[in-house]
C-alpha cells in the first residue's frame, strides 16, 4: 500500500517535525512525506538532504537517508493553518495520487511499528480519543452540531461518544471523499468563528461567543472534525482510545505533546521544581530529536536529554497537588 504522510509547519514547529520524521524512520515508514510550510525550509532539511532531487518556486524534494522522501510545498493561504488540514490533504492526493494517506500535527512522535497503521485505515477512518473525551450524544455541542448543519445540508448522525482529537487522521483511499466532508463543514462553521483565519491557537482571537470549552466550535478545526465523523455515512470509523495519543498510563500509538510549551522550548527542571515532570509526549520527542535528521546542536541535545533524565528524578519528590 501506497502510504503518504502528511503535515503542516511554520515557525519553530519544524523542530516537531524532525522528530516527527526520525519517529517515523525509526518504526519502518517508507515513502514520501508532504509538508505544507510558511516561511523559510529548515536550515536541518537543507543539511541532511542528500541529494536534492529537484525543485520550484512552490515545490522542493529533499531525500532523507535511504527511505524517506520529504515534499516541502509552499502555502499561500489566509487560513489558519489548523483549519486547513483537509484542504491540504486533498491537494496532495491530487499531486500524489497515493492508496492511503496520514496527517500527523508536528507535536506528535509516532511509537508503534508502521504496519499497525497500514491495518488501521483499512478497518476504517482512523483517529484517537481527545484528551477531553468522552463527549456524549446530547451533549449540548453534539445538538448544536446537528442543528446548525442540518441547516447546511448536513444529516448528522451520533455514532460514538468518543470525542477525537484533531491532530492525527488516517484514510485509504476508499475512504478519501470524507476529506470533502470535513472541508465542507469547515466551510459552513467558518461564519460562527469569524472565518478559518481563526483558531483556538491564533492568539485569542476568535469572537467571544466562539471561545472556550462550551462553545460549539471551541476547538474550530477539531469540532468540525468530529461533526465530519458523525456527517459521515458511508464507511467504518476506527476509534482508538486515549492511548492513542499517550493521554493515558501504557503502550501507546503516538505521543502528543498537548499545550505549551512545546517540549523543543520547554524547560524541564524549572518545570519539575514547580510541581510539573516531563511528560511521555515530552521524553518521546526528546528521544526522537536526534536520528537522520539533527535540528539541535550535539551539545544542546546532551544538555535537553540530561536536563529531561534530572527533571524525572525531581517529579518523583515534587509533584502538583
Avoid at 456524549?136 to 448543519?149: C, E, N, Q
Amino acid at each position: 500500500m501506497t502510504s503518504i504522510i502528511c503535515t503542516l509547519v511554520e515557525g519553530k514547529y519544524h523542530y516537531g517535525l524532525a522528530a516527527l520524521i526520525n519517529s517515523l524512520e525509526f518504526n519502518g515508514f517508507e515513502g514520501e512525506v508532504f509538508v505544507g510550510y510558511r516561511g523559510e525550509i529548515p536550515g536541518w532539511a537543507e543539511r541532511a538532504a542528500s541529494p536534492i532531487d529537484k525543485g520550484s518556486n512552490e515545490l522542493r524534494i529533499l531525500r532523507i537517508g535511504q527511505k524517506i522522501k520529504i515534499n516541502f510545498l509552499s502555502i499561500d493561504t489566509a487560513y489558519h493553518f489548523t483549519n486547513y488540514k483537509p484542504d491540504f490533504l486533498l491537494r496532495v492526493i491530487e499531486i500524489a495520487q497515493p492508496e492511503a494517506i496520514y496527517y500527523f500535527d508536528p507535536d506528535i512522535v509516532v511509537t508503534a511499528p508502521w504496519t499497525f497503521y497500514q491495518e488501521w485505515v483499512k478497518a476504517g477512518i482512523a483517529v484517537s480519543e481527545d484528551v477531553n473525551s468522552p463527549v456524549s450524544k446530547f451533549h449540548p455541542k453534539r445538538v448544536f452540531w446537528r442543528k446548525y448543519f442540518q441547516q447546511h445540508g448536513f444529516s448528522l448522525t451520533f455514532k460514538d461518544q468518543i470525542y477525537v482529537n484533531g491532530g492525527f487522521l488516517g484514510l485509504c483511499s476508499k475512504n478519501f471523499p470524507f476529506l470533502d466532508d470535513w472541508k465542507r463543514i469547515q466551510e459552513a462553521m467558518a461564519p460562527v468563528i469569524g472565518g478559518l483565519s481563526k483558531s483556538i491557537f491564533g492568539g485569542n482571537n476568535l469572537p467571544a461567543e466562539a471561545k472556550g470549552d462550551f462553545a460549539p466550535f471551541g476547538k474550530t478545526d477539531q469540532d468540525a472534525l468530529n461533526a465530519a465523523l458523525e456527517a459521515w455515512h458511508s464507511q467504518e470509523i476506527s476509534y482508538l482510545g486515549k492511548e492513542g495519543m499517550g493521554f493515558t498510563v501504557g503502550p501507546t500509538v503516538m505521543a502528543h505533546a498537548l499545550g505549551g510549551p512545546k517540549p523543543w522550548s520547554k524547560k524541564f527542571i524549572k518545570a519539575a521544581f514547580m510541581g510539573v515532570p516531563p511528560s511521555t509526549a515530552e521524553k518521546e520527542f526528546w528521544k526522537n530529536a536526534s536520528g537522520t535528521i539533527s535540528p539541535f546542536p550535539p551539545g544542546k541535545l546532551r544538555r535537553k536529554k540530561i536536563g529531561i533524565s534530572l527533571a524525572a528524578l525531581i517529579g518523583r519528590f515534587y509533584r502538583r497537588n
